[in-house]
């Protein structure tokens, strides 16, 4: 489970920004304890604040973090794509990233500083017996061992400028670093994304469907393997199915089944003669009344069905595995009533038992009456146009009450992080005034 994020001159974000997990009240069901940090861990935290004042920025640095480390030595041959804040002196510094996480019960921390040109700084550590101990730390392309970890010392022959230590160290058969690295690459991100033009905005909801076909169509049937490293025995295929239609049921948008149809999708021409004809599957999903059930086309289905649907494989694949998922946005295309369901999904402990986390942006102020204090975080814009982010727990000190409601005192402005909306340069150039 992750417990902190930090980021330092990375888009709007200039001087260093957290989101941390750790619970204030942790006598609630839905904080899971974590014996080794003697704290409680968060399933569900919501960032809000107004339009531009960089909620999405924090939701973006851990993905780009996260691929980074998948990316970096296949693309960064030539520079490092990251993008440091524009004004002050954000060009002068180096961007900065720090996770601490909790895999299979074992606290991590992994920090790293670099700019368009070369990593500066890298560092893995450990915290066995809850004292910190380094797994590998590099200045430039020095990079220092652990003792005992001799395995990974090919590292250092692949280690370049460019090129993250922890992308290589996770190819070496060293639990200490592939358990790390596969939790932070598990991370999946949903929504759109500043980084996400309209091409890879598709290609983001294509890989969410595809996702979620692999909940329904059996495994057997297109060659391929079962959603999160399931096994494919027929019995495992069903109960997956079954959790599935649960999910989507639960969005009570009239849908009874999802189904495959088989149709012509051309034919393939080999040498410029007809070879055979090319059989592809569509999925449609079946609709309920009280007299009939019929089919539809998925195109067909509204906006809100779709993303509903293109949630489930992510969802479930999370809630499985216990692994992060970021939802940049969770308002937009979803009604109110889903939103909470999904933040429901992760609060209660029988659907999420492995610890899974959610974290989302939003401005849908109704959701703020299905969190706690300490899952709520603003973020404002300061004057030199930098993100500042802080947590409502904190923001009001003893002020902001367990039993407060939270939607009536963020609308009142009690918390800040609301729009400064000065109408006088629209009405003066719309000639309503002088």
Same mark, same amino acid.
């Given at each position: 489970?992750?417990?902190?994020?930090?980021?330092?001159?990375?888009?709007?974000?200039?001087?260093p920004?957290?989101?941390?997990?750790?619970?204030?009240?942790?006598?609630?069901?839905?904080a899971?304890?974590?014996?080794?940090?003697g704290?409680s861990?968060?399933?569900?935290?919501?960032?809000?604040?107004?339009?531009?004042?960089?909620?999405?920025?924090?939701?973006?640095?851990?993905?780009?973090?996260?691929?980074?480390?998948?990316?970096?030595?296949?693309?960064?041959?030539?520079?490092?794509?990251?993008?440091?804040?524009a004004?002050?002196?954000?060009?002068?510094?180096?961007?900065?990233?720090?996770?601490?996480?909790?895999?299979?019960?074992?606290?991590?921390e992994?920090?790293?500083?670099?700019?368009?040109?070369?990593v500066?700084?890298?560092?893995?550590?450990?915290y066995?017996?809850?004292?910190?101990?380094?797994?590998?730390?590099?200045?430039?392309?020095?990079?220092?061992?652990?003792?005992g970890?001799?395995?990974?010392?090919g590292?250092?022959?692949?280690?370049t400028?460019?090129?993250?230590?922890?992308?290589?160290?996770?190819?070496?058969?060293?639990?200490?670093?592939?358990?790390?690295?596969?939790?932070?690459?598990?991370?999946?991100?949903?929504?759109?994304?500043?980084?996400?033009?309209?091409?890879?905005?598709?290609?983001?909801r294509a @890989?969410? %469907?595809?996702? *979620?076909?692999? +909940? $329904?169509?059996?495994?057997?049937? !297109?060659?391929? /393997?079962?959603?999160s #490293?399931?096994?494919?025995?027929?019995?495992?295929?069903?109960?997956?199915?079954?959790?599935?239609?649960?999910?989507?049921?639960?969005?009570?948008?009239?849908?009874?089944?999802?189904?495959?149809?088989?149709?012509?999708?051309?034919?393939?021409?080999?040498?410029?003669?007809?070879?055979?004809?090319?059989k592809q599957?569509?999925?449609?999903?079946?609709?309920?009344?009280?007299?009939?059930?019929?089919p539809?086309?998925?195109? @067909?289905? %509204?906006e809100? *069905?779709?993303? +509903? $649907?293109?949630?489930?494989?992510? !969802?479930?694949? /999370?809630?499985?595995? #216990?692994?992060?998922?970021l939802?940049?946005?969770?308002?937009?295309?979803?009604?109110?009533?889903?939103?909470?369901?999904?933040?429901?999904?992760f609060?209660?402990?029988?659907?999420?038992?492995a610890?899974?986390?959610?974290?989302?942006?939003?401005?849908d102020?109704s959701?703020?009456?299905?969190?706690n204090?300490?899952?709520?975080?603003?973020?404002?814009?300061?004057?030199?146009g930098a993100?500042?982010?802080?947590?409502? @727990?904190?923001f009001?000190?003893?002020?902001?009450?367990?039993?407060?409601?939270?939607?009536?005192?963020?609308?009142?402005?009690?918390?800040?992080?609301?729009?400064?909306?000065?109408?006088?340069?629209?009405?003066?150039?719309?000639?309503?005034?002088?």
């Amino acid at each position: 489970m992750l417990i902190r994020f930090e980021a330092a001159n990375f888009r709007s974000i200039l001087d260093p920004v957290e989101l941390s997990m750790v619970a204030v009240d942790r006598d609630r069901v839905e904080a899971r304890d974590a014996p080794n940090l003697g704290e409680s861990l968060l399933p569900v935290a919501a960032v809000f604040g107004p339009n531009a004042s960089g909620k999405s920025n924090v939701i973006a640095a851990l993905t780009w973090l996260r691929d980074a480390v998948a990316d970096s030595l296949r693309f960064w041959d030539d520079r490092i794509p990251v993008e440091r804040f524009a004004f002050s002196d954000g060009q002068e510094r180096p961007s900065e990233f720090t996770v601490e996480s909790v895999v299979a019960g074992v606290r991590f921390e992994y920090v790293l500083e670099l700019d368009e040109a070369a990593v500066r700084y890298e560092g893995l550590f450990h915290y066995p017996e809850k004292k910190r101990r380094r797994i590998f730390e590099r200045e430039g392309v020095s990079l220092t061992l652990q003792r005992g970890l001799g395995n990974l010392s090919g590292t250092r022959e692949l280690l370049t400028d460019r090129s993250l230590a922890l992308s290589i160290a996770r190819r070496f058969d060293e639990p200490l670093v592939s358990d790390f690295a596969s939790a932070l690459l598990g991370i999946q991100t949903l929504g759109q994304l500043p980084t996400q033009g309209s091409m890879f905005a598709r290609l983001n909801r294509a @890989a969410s %469907s595809r996702s *979620t076909l692999r +909940w $329904f169509e059996e495994p057997s049937e !297109v060659g391929q /393997s079962a959603p999160s #490293g399931l096994d494919n025995r027929p019995e495992a295929f069903d109960s997956d199915r079954a959790q599935a239609l649960a999910l989507l049921r639960l969005a009570d948008l009239g849908i009874e089944d999802v189904v495959f149809e088989e149709h012509d999708g051309g034919l393939f021409r080999a040498d410029g003669e007809p070879d055979r004809v090319l059989k592809q599957r569509r999925v449609r999903l079946v609709h309920r009344t009280a007299q009939e059930a019929l089919p539809f086309e998925f195109s @067909a289905e %509204s906006e809100g *069905t779709r993303t +509903w $649907f293109q949630l489930i494989g992510p !969802v479930l694949s /999370s809630l499985r595995s #216990g692994s992060l998922l970021l939802f940049d946005e969770l308002d937009a295309s979803l009604h109110p009533t889903l939103s909470m369901q999904l933040i429901r999904l992760f609060h209660d402990p029988t659907t999420n038992p492995a610890g899974a986390q959610l974290i989302f942006t939003s401005h849908d102020t109704s959701l703020l009456n299905h969190l706690n204090r300490d899952e709520v975080w603003l973020t404002e814009k300061t004057a030199d146009g930098a993100t500042r982010l802080g947590a409502l @727990a904190e923001f009001a000190g003893e002020r902001v009450r367990r039993s407060q409601n939270l939607e009536k005192a963020y609308l009142h402005g009690r918390f800040g992080a609301l729009p400064d909306v000065d109408r006088t340069d629209m009405l003066r150039a719309l000639g309503l005034i002088g």
